[in-house]
């Protein structure tokens, strides 16, 4: 069968706060960022990107905020709703013309009513 | 309308026995890519096509192969499976290379008895 997997970061959120997912990149030279929503059994579903010569994006219910001097993302999400419960991943594009992605671990969100 | 296309969504083979995984794609992206993801953890990435061109990640074992026959259809090949390959494997494309989205597919579960 398949190998026991590591226990994801979990975040624990109530119905209608904000919930705030953080994630340190590794490559300096990462040019473009892009935050995916899994859901339990389903593909990587695109939120939203930002591109290096930015440091904030808003879409909708949702931000993202970037700082290149600490290698930092975040994704920001507002009036958290049960939908909104699913593993979070953020993913570097590492600069090469491959447009090849290294994603992060992964942070598990849980809405409580 | 779904845009990647995998099939079957779940497989199950036996040790040792060679099974091939399906993607397809209507969105005529060059780019498609080939991940694993296990659970609890990140996709790992194992290859991927720009156009014709095969690029292989450096640690994918042998075991693991790919085709793209046409711009809208790439095979996966595991030639001997072991119970260590069972996970969801996703398929992804992209635009072009470089800075673009990736768009997943709905991934294929393999079962490795």
């Known amino acids: 069968g398949e190998s026991v997997g590591l226990h994801l970061p979990t975040l624990s959120v109530q119905e209608g706060d904000n919930s705030i997912i953080n994630c340190a990149y590794s490559n300096s030279a990462s040019d473009y960022f892009i935050w995916y929503k899994q859901e339990s059994g389903k593909g990587p579903q695109f939120i939203i990107d930002?591109?290096?010569?930015?440091d904030k994006r808003q879409g909708q219910r949702v931000t993202v905020l970037l700082n290149k001097t600490v290698k930092h993302l975040s994704l920001q999400i507002a009036a958290t709703q049960p939908g909104d419960s699913a593993v979070y991943f953020c993913a570097e594009n590492l600069g090469d013309s491959w447009g090849k992605l290294q994603f992060g671990a992964g942070t598990q969100v849980v809405v409580t009513p | 309308d779904a845009m990647v296309i995998q099939n079957p969504r779940y497989q199950v083979t036996q040790f040792g026995k060679p099974v091939t995984l399906s993607c397809s794609q209507t969105?005529?992206?060059?780019?498609m890519y080939w991940y694993q993801q296990k659970s609890s953890q990140a996709p790992k990435l194992l290859f991927h096509?720009?156009?014709?061109?095969?690029?292989n990640e450096a640690d994918t074992p042998d075991n693991f192969q790919s085709r793209r026959p046409n711009t809208s259809f790439c095979f996966l090949d595991i030639r001997s499976p072991g119970l260590g390959d069972a996970a969801m494997y996703l398929c992804?494309?992209?635009?072009?290379?470089?800075?673009?989205?990736?768009?997943f597919g709905p991934g294929t579960r393999l079962t490795v008895t």
């Open positions: 969105l005529n992206h060059n780019v």
């Open positions: 096509y720009y156009d014709k061109d095969f690029n």
């Open positions: 930002i591109r290096s010569n930015m």
């Open positions: 992804a494309t992209s635009r072009d290379g470089g800075a673009y989205e990736q768009y």
